[in-house]
């Protein structure tokens, strides 16, 4: 089953005091670029969801998408030109600042909504929900531009009004980590530097 994915990387990292979290430097590497390593084999179709930096963004070497709406309407925007412009019926969201996200994320999100009939699947673990983890149909699109339109912003509100299931990923919920801080950065470069 072919899928489109979107990274995004769109926020405004008000506790990293302001600063383009995607481009943020893990191990020599950008948080994006992390990102991609671990997606790339498992998708079809790959676009970065950006609203600052473009052209450095664009250096990653896939298509950045910019949010339309003026007023930041967080990762929804994301979803949104995911849905919009993917070339697959299916669309993978991924956050921009999780560099240890699952490798087969995709495989499992897949497998959860086919054996369950839903329209969208999210990443759980430990029985916490990471809505940001997100496989969705196309077919959802309408239902989003509509609740969007509605001033609606929550993700997960606009996931449960939907045909929803949530796929249990507790054997590596580690992979969840996402670096809201530069504590949080420093924390993750000194464990990986001792494994």
């Not at 383009?20 to 671990?38: N, S």
């Not at 949010?67 to 930041?72: I, K």
């Not at 507790?170 to 494994?195: R, Y």
Request: charged content about 20%.
């Amino acid at each position: 089953m072919a899928v489109s994915s979107i990274i995004l990387a769109g926020g405004r990292a008000t506790r990293m005091g302001g600063v383009d979290k995607g481009l943020v430097v893990l191990q020599q590497e950008a948080l994006t670029a992390h990102v991609i390593a671990r997606l790339k084999s498992q998708v079809d179709e790959i676009f970065i969801s950006a609203n600052r930096e473009i052209e450095t963004y664009k250096t990653f070497g896939y298509p950045v998408l910019q949010d339309a709406n003026a007023d930041f309407i967080g990762p929804l925007a994301g979803f949104f030109l995911g849905l919009q412009n993917a070339q697959y019926d299916y669309v993978l969201t991924v956050p921009c600042d999780s560099p240890l996200l699952p490798l087969d994320l995709a495989e499992r999100l897949l497998s959860g909504m086919s054996a369950s009939g839903a329209d969208i699947a999210v990443a759980s673990s430990d029985e916490n929900s990471h809505p940001v983890f997100c496989l969705m149909k196309k077919s959802v699109l309408p239902s989003l531009l509509a609740y969007i339109e509605r001033g609606e912003r929550k993700v997960s509100a606009w996931q449960k009004s939907q045909q929803l299931v949530e796929v249990d990923f507790s054997d590596c919920s580690e992979a969840f980590t996402n670096l809201n801080t530069f504590d949080d950065l420093a924390d993750l470069e000194l464990k990986l530097n001792k494994t």
